[in-house]
């Protein structure tokens, strides 16, 4: 998408580049080949154009166009070379710049097109290239430039989140080389664990960096995502009760005690935990619809209030057709049959939209 | 809205092992069942045929009637790599033969399978369950053996010896079939056939999935689906495939657990089957000889997510003393086994956090499945027999276990807290019948694991009553399956189905804690109704339906 739109550029180069002048065929050839690429011919038009190379090899135009017929035919590779020598006839040239930096870095010499998008000021692709290039704190300032003239470019915003994927990834690996006994050193390496899947030395990981500053928020909660993703609600518990103590202001640190204490079977205090996670962030769906899973069968009026809170919110989404589900049940256990077969209705209508796969 | 980041949940469970809290006695003692040489023999492939991670079941029952439970093993067969029809498993060989053990005196077993005739189970079939029910109402417990093939029905002759009747009887069926039940579903004192099919599977419709280098077995959703059977008991040894009359053909799925309970009290016994990765089925009983399938609008058809269980094993029976008889499915890790708790008038509700098996499952597999009351404290505990379908899933998912102990779980008036089996030997678990194998008045299990012997797990007993029932019924079938039993305000349907492949001890076995006697009360399928009052505890008591 990005190469593209260098393309379009390409086609208003600059005037000094264009109007340099060589002989009368090669001009005419220009002209033919320039005529062959608006068709969209490029077969045609890399003829013609290397034709006009041959005839005015020093002709910095000709080259240029020769470099940029073979980009619009996606041969990034044989581009190079016509764009290179087009560079050394014209050194200042802006749009040389970009396009060799476009074709370098479309083959993979992140490193050497660097200079030339440096030049040719194209942030989003110098952003890309130092990413390439392993230069991500430079990356994420250019990228983020780009994205600022261009928010909608999903290259763009895919970049941008490697860039500052890879820049955390950097100051964490400076973090454990510089200090790998502290805690956030234990921490890092616990969270490269997890996402390895490599659960149990991820746990050993958090357990020493909690045994060196118990008081650290975060490595309560991230060892209890842990212990919850093994289905140890005991122990997710117990992590999360830690958590809550750190930060009792936390939505989200109350919503996961909450589960875990559902998932345990609590249903209680689950409903406690919930309703409090809910007082500190409203509306929240998932702590709604746990908290209408926590009071289903010993409270169904509370659990209707809450789960309606989440169709209110989510609307037609799966969780809105759980939600309905979940209705159902409660409305059936009243003895509400009509209510429990309209929620029956909209399940099966949400769940069927939503199933549906996409045309 | 901000919404709470669940990123971290959907990364797959992890290898972390469930951390138990052990009762102080372990309840059970894994024991050798001395004699029993058996060995479920699924031949696993290179190419992993579906098929060869399925089997196998095993029955309780007392062929001979002399009082003692014997051993009925269904074995699987040979598999060929590559494995192309005309099938042949090579059940000629000994190794492969179904065995039955006859329990002597003294504990120990004998294989009787050659003088029973039991051998050789035909060589284009490769063995999944058993069913036990006397459907000609000789007195003697006959056999039906489901496959991957043809399935059998063996007669008992009642001196020692069974007589394959499959022909004369036409319940052969075909295909892949699973758990099958001998229930009456009309009450017409005759007991019906209701079998389970699980994939429309062959050979030549075989695929592997996974990474080449790893392959492993394809999930059910890469086949196409199969009916259901229900046989009708003509009472002349012959039976009517009524699938389609009856409506049971109408709906296909993945079926592979079955069990069966009046859930609505309206005196017909009715018909769960538990589905694979599909919609689980509730087969109510129009009294009429007709069924519909109801499980989504009655609140048992998903889990309380919405999402589709991976059905394996069932048991329809009341854990929670409501007098209703209540549901509980094993499946697949990532969600926990599921409760439906009936809630009466035909509903159910998903209550499988309320009785703790979030707790205590999500990150297992369970197959066979059993409600009993192995503490004989009056609340159905219950058994699971794990292991994970895949032999290599270790490469998939570093948490997660091809060989898995099994789950024992007391309950504690409705809520299931982890208890003691005595081991934590991990087993490919597959099976697991339930019945008194030692006639001490407390509830033993056998199961069965791929490639292995059945591992039997004696109860070491304690101090509370109990008292165990065998049914005799006149007017209604001679096993009395479909009966509801209560004792002390605990209930029980009696049936020898349930689990995963297998088939129970058909007496109904009921823990009274500190009562040294019990009122018993029963609604025989006939519906004659019979109470019992000051029975002492601690007896096995045969009861007779009476004329009216």
Known sequence: MIVYAVLLVYFVLPAQIVASQGPAEAAKLLQSATDAESRGDFEQAIADFRKAVELTPSS???????????????????????????????????????????????????????????????????GIAQLQADQPKEAVVNLKNALAKSPDDPDLIYYFGKAAAALSSESNERLLARFPQTARGHQVLGQNYYSAKRFSEAEREYQKAIALRPDLPGLHLELGEIYAVSSQWTQAEEQFRSEAKLQPGNAEVAYRLGDALLQGGKMKEAAEELRRSDSLRPDMPETLYALGRALAVSDPTAAEQALHRVIAVEKESPLAAQAYLLLASTHRRQGKSELAARDMEEYKRIHNVASKPEQ | MMRICLLLLLLSLSAISQISTPSPEPQFKLSPARGVDFVLRNSPTSRKYLIETMPGGVALLDYNNDGLLDIFLVNAGHVADPLRSPVNFDRHDPSYWNRLYRQNKDGTFTDVTVQAGLQNAGDTNYG???????????????????????????????????????????????????????????????????????????????????????????????????????????????????????????KPGHGLGVAFADYDGDGFTDIFVANDAVEQFLWHNNGNGTFTEVALNSGAALSSTGKKLSGMGVVFQDYDNDGLPDLLVTQLPHEPYIVFHNDGKGSFSAQELETGFGALSGNVSGWGVGLEDFDNDGWKDTFIVQGHVFDNVKTYDSSLSYREPPLFALNRKGHFEKGDAGSNLPVAGRGAAFGDLNNDGWVDVVTTSLGEHPKLYLNRGGKSHWLTITLRGKRSNGDGYGARVQVNGQVRFATASGSYLSSNDKRLHFGLGSADNCDVDITWPSGIHQKLRAIKADQFMTIEEPER
Not at chain 1, 81 to 87: G, M, V
Not at chain 1, 102 to 126: F, K, R, T
Not at chain 2, 148 to 157: A, D, E, K, M, Q
Request: net charge negative.
């Open chain 1, 60 to 126: 910095a135009t000709a080259l240029l166009k020769l470099g940029g017929a073979y980009m619009r035919k996606r041969d990034y590779e044989a581009a190079i070379p016509p764009l290179k020598r087009a560079l050394e006839l014209s050194p200042d040239s802006l749009a040389v710049h970009q396009l060799l930096g476009y074709a370098l870095l479309s083959q993979g010499y992140a490193v050497e097109a660097i200079p030339h998008l440096e030049i040719a000021h194209e942030s989003g692709a110098l």
């Open chain 2, 128 to 250: 999944m369950g058993v069913a036990v029910g006397d459907y000609d109402n000789d007195g003697f417990a006959d056999i039906y053996v489901t496959n991957f093939g043809r399935n059998i029905l063996y007669h008992n002759n009642g001196d020692g010896t069974f007589t394959d009747v499959t022909r004369k009887a036409g319940v052969g069926a075909g295909g892949w079939s699973a758990s099958a039940g001998f229930l009456d579903y009309d009450n017409d004192g005759h007991l019906d056939l209701f079998v389970t099919r699980y994939l429309d599977w062959t050979p030549e419709k075989s695929k592997t999935c996974g990474r080449i280098a790893e392959p492993m077995y394809c999930p059910p959703g890469e086949f196409g689906s199969a009916t259901s059977i229900l046989y009708h008991n003509r009472g002349d040894g012959t039976f009517e495939d009524v699938s389609a009359a009856s409506g049971i053909s109408a």
